[in-house]
Nanobody, 125 residues
């Protein structure tokens, strides 16, 4: 059974930084075969794409709203994906989810097969 477990969320002030982690596990599951993505869902809104990274880490995509502030990275040896959140704004408040997609990178939620339970980020003004 594949598990993705996010951590690192919390309550911060505007301008602060956080680093989210997503640790993957499963008897034979290795993220090296998967593109990985981060999505978020703000209160009262639909879940939206934040960032994605290719299997090797050589290619990344970002939502316009986070470009230049957030950085996605991965460590395949640790089966872990990260999202560095800098210059946080109140509108970044959301539950952040990581997801795994077999093959190439994508920003489309429906293309992702495995999902974590999310970690909450709250940014106060």
């Amino acid at each position: 059974q594949v598990q993705l477990v996010e951590s690192g969320g919390g309550l911060v002030q505007a301008g602060d930084s956080l680093r989210l982690s997503c640790a993957a596990s499963g008897r034979t599951f290795s993220i090296e075969n998967y593109a990985m993505g981060w999505f978020r869902q703000a209160p009262g809104k639909e879940r939206e794409f934040v960032a994605a990274i290719s299997r090797t880490g050589h290619s990344t995509n970002y939502a316009d709203s986070v470009k230049g502030r957030f950085t996605i990275s991965r460590d395949n040896a640790k089966n872990t994906v990260y999202l560095q959140l800098n210059s946080l704004k109140p509108e970044d408040t959301a539950v952040y989810y990581c997801a795994a997609k077999w093959g190439s990178v994508s920003g489309r939620e429906k293309n992702y097969e495995y999902w974590g339970q999310g970690t909450r980020v709250t940014v106060s003004s």
